[in-house]
């Protein structure tokens, strides 16, 4: 071995040597200083969720939960979904107790409060109104018949106790408005109003295109430009003195499907567009749609949206649920957030402008 090469052999020992023992330093060194792993721990409070939310995940009850209701009475959330003949209710919205009702009519639920009492329809075929004045026990007993189908029939009550329905799901009829006579078995007072139309020509988010299929079954059929918007699932909310009629288009099987809203200062109308159309609207991500659901108040006050999203179980595709912070500014614009809304976010009554500050990561 030459000179050169026993110098250069034991001046790479001496700097490997060295590297351990700065590295072993360093090490013990940090972890003095470096604090030890959190404790990971289950509560049963969370403050957060994930779209889409599983209160019907596991339950034999309900295989899809698609237009979702949700409505208080006295101080608790029921929730209702389509076809089942039962429901849910919560106190704080993260636990939910199931109420087996054999009465419950069904169908595409419509439900509206007054004061103790209950009303809940279904819709088209199924003309029964109930009521009960206690939910929780799944009592429900018939008060009256409706005279015609409702199409995603939504019974509204106003503050002055008087009773609209709201009904629609075409490709070429309108969103209509009747008023309902309660002490007359909800025979219908006067004619219907037409809402408004479908306007596919005006309302981006209301053309329907083969792209934005989602579900193979519906993939064989040609979508032309000039086709009209399927609307559905009408839910009138009021807030601020003025009336929110909410819609659905286009369809469950778009990744399009959305939620837009009209205003009127009268629950009759006339209706005008919102400027902020579409309420609710998300294409990317791990979920999918929000279409056909419902808004609500909270316990403090604060505005929901719950819709129907799709899933993929069944081969022709299916629905779950989804929720989504809303609110209406200064203008009296209806707004909501759908982005990243199937990333963690906060409950109702963890932060005062959920809109704003639903991101667990701010």
Avoid at 335 to 348: G, I, K, L, R
């Amino acid at each position: 071995m030459t000179m050169k090469r026993l110098l250069l052999n034991t001046v790479l020992l001496l700097t490997a040597g060295t590297c351990l023992l700065f590295g072993a330093y360093s090490g013990e060194a940090g972890k003095q200083d470096r604090p030890g792993p959190a404790p990971v721990g289950i509560t049963d409070k969370p403050t957060t969720f994930v779209n889409p939310i599983n209160v019907t995940v596991g339950s034999e009850r309900a295989r899809r939960a698609g237009e979702p209701v949700v409505v208080t009475y006295k101080d608790d959330y029921f929730l209702f979904i389509t076809g089942g003949r039962g429901y849910w209710y919560s106190g704080n919205f993260r636990d939910w107790t199931y109420v087996n009702a054999p009465d419950f009519p069904g169908g595409c639920p419509s439900v509206a409060v007054r004061g103790d009492t209950m009303y809940a329809s279904g819709d088209k075929g199924l003309h029964g109104v109930f009521a009960s004045t206690d939910p929780k026990s799944g009592v429900w007993k018939k008060v009256g018949e409706y005279q015609r189908d409702y199409g995603d029939a939504d019974m509204f009550i106003d503050d002055d106790g008087r009773f609209y329905m709201y009904w629609g799901w075409s490709q070429v009829l309108p969103v209509q408005v009747v008023e309902l006579d309660p002490t007359n078995g909800f025979k219908e007072k006067g004619a219907p109003v037409v809402c408004f139309f479908g306007d596919y020509q005006n309302h981006g988010f209301e053309r329907r295109r083969k792209e934005d299929v989602i579900f193979p079954y519906f993939t064989h059929r040609p979508y032309f430009p000039e086709e009209s918007p399927w609307i559905e699932g009408p839910w009138m909310l009021k807030h601020g003195g003025k009336y929110y009629l909410m819609y659905a288009a286009i369809g469950l099987e778009f990744s399009t499907y959305s939620h837009g809203v009209y205003v009127a200062d009268k629950p009759l109308g006339p209706f005008t567009y919102s400027p902020h159309n579409p309420l609710t609207f998300k294409t990317t991500g791990f979920m999918l749609g929000a279409g056909h659901g419902s808004n609500f108040h909270d316990r403090n006050g604060d505005l929901w949206t719950i819709a129907m999203v799709p899933t993929y179980y069944g081969g022709r595709g299916g629905s779950t649920i989804a929720l989504f912070p809303s609110a209406v500014d200064k203008d009296g614009v209806m707004h909501s957030s759908t982005a990243f809304s199937d990333y963690p976010q906060y409950y109702q009554g963890i932060k005062s402008d959920a809109v704003r500050s639903k991101f667990t990561w701010t």
